[in-house]
């Protein structure tokens, strides 16, 4: 998506999300929250672990890494709550920022209202600080930490807002609306780690094709409409976002013979070899690639795997998958 067809409403972190350009940094899964509509799987959830994207890593330079393969222009720090390990995000921010500039934007979501020393921590590594409070102190925001957090980070250089999902009671946020840089609300979705306490509250979706909740989006016009307010759909995050960032990711990361789709998937054909590899060679196009796997299988061009004779190999399959090595999303037997 084009710069210039944004929604002019957008914080500069969600700028980047349109896209595709925001590395995604997963900083912890511990929280001392127990939020009932936290979408963290088993994998995540109350476990100290950090991911940059999708791959689990464990040091600065590896979350590097994944900034190189997608070009990120910018980083968004989640978690758990990244406020309990306020030394590793002061650590991988540094990094990121001393490798791609200081332009590299930092965006970090927290369901605590930093204080002064948690803000003076974060100066110089985290541009835009998103607050989440839970969904039970919205009725008293007025007169919780969260106030006087804003105006601490506004005197101390940081573009500060809201992040909180589609839920009864947005009103409540109303007056800190002109005292905020945005507000940001993210339509409710089901998921499967917390679909029980979903069913609890007798939540539905809105058709059986989707995740989004039935009424989320009439629980977000209490307020939005708002200039700094901006609602993102559940079928934005699914097929702009996410599609966007994989598309950059497979830019820079596909083989010579990776076919990249349009929804930033790439797809490669799978053959096993029986007999001599040198036999099949010849039946490839001059100057092609194809790639010797540890389970004697050879992976290739789909299209060429397709003209290659029968009696050249055994077991054929088409693979579509999440680009560097990510999840498969479809094998085709051939």
Sequence with gaps: MAKDKLPRNLSDGCKLCYIGAK????????????????????????????????????????AIAEGEIMDALGTGVTGGEPLLEIERVVEFCSALKKHFGKEHQIHLYTGHAPTEEDLA??????????????????????NSLYVQSIANAKMMGFSIGFEVPSLPGLRHFFPLLDSVDFFNINQLEWGDACADNMRERKLETENPLCNAIKGSTKWAGEINGHPKVHYCTSTFKDSVQLR?????????????????????????????????????????????YYEEMEDGTIELDWQQMRKIPRKFGGERKIIERYPNDGM???VIPQ
């Design 244 to 288: 966007e960032r994989l598309k950059r990711i497979a830019m820079n990361s596909a083989r010579p013979f990776d076919m990249i789709t349009e929804d930033g998937t790439i797809m490669y054909g799978s053959m096993e070899v029986k007999g001599d590899l040198e036999l099949i060679i010849p039946c490839l196009r001059a100057g092609s």
């Design 121 to 142: 921590a974060l100066v110089g590594c985290v541009d835009e600080i998103r607050m989440h409070p839970p969904h039970e102190v919205w009725k008293d925001i007025l």
């Design 328 to 330: 498969i999303v479809e």
């Design 23 to 62: 590395l995604v940094l997963f900083i912890t899964g511990r929280c001392d929250r127990d939020c009932w509509y936290c979408p963290l799987s088993e994998e995540r959830k109350d476990l100290d672990v950090i991911y940059a994207n999708d791959q689990k890593i464990t040091t600065p330079e590896e």
